[in-house]
């Protein structure tokens, strides 16, 4: 009996944590959007701190968009290989990792760390 309530208090407390983090995510995400919102420098000025990071991004991407489609350009064209081995070498382990991270910073961090606690299980 004294081993089943010690279970249950260890699951209670788990959960007790982790509606702690999902709460501090959530205070988290409304003082950034509360920051954000209190601050008013003008109409430009407001523009152009809110299209800063769309445009950074949009612009690496055209960057690395290119300078993976020059490379797949390069190996087919080039050194005569085939398309499917180009492309499997182009979507390599490394760009994967990039395309999942910013995938990841644009679209919340929930849906990783709940990848994250199911892979240290």
Known sequence: MLEAKAKYADKLSELKIKELDAQADIVESQSIYSHDSNLDSGKFVNALRGSVRPIITYAFFILFATVKGVTLYTMVNKEGMDLAA?????????TQAIFSAIIAFWFGNRAMSKARARVGK
């Not at 180009?86 to 490394?94: K, N, T």
Request: aromatic share 12%.
């Open 86 to 94: 180009g492309l499997v070498a182009v979507w390599d382990p490394e």
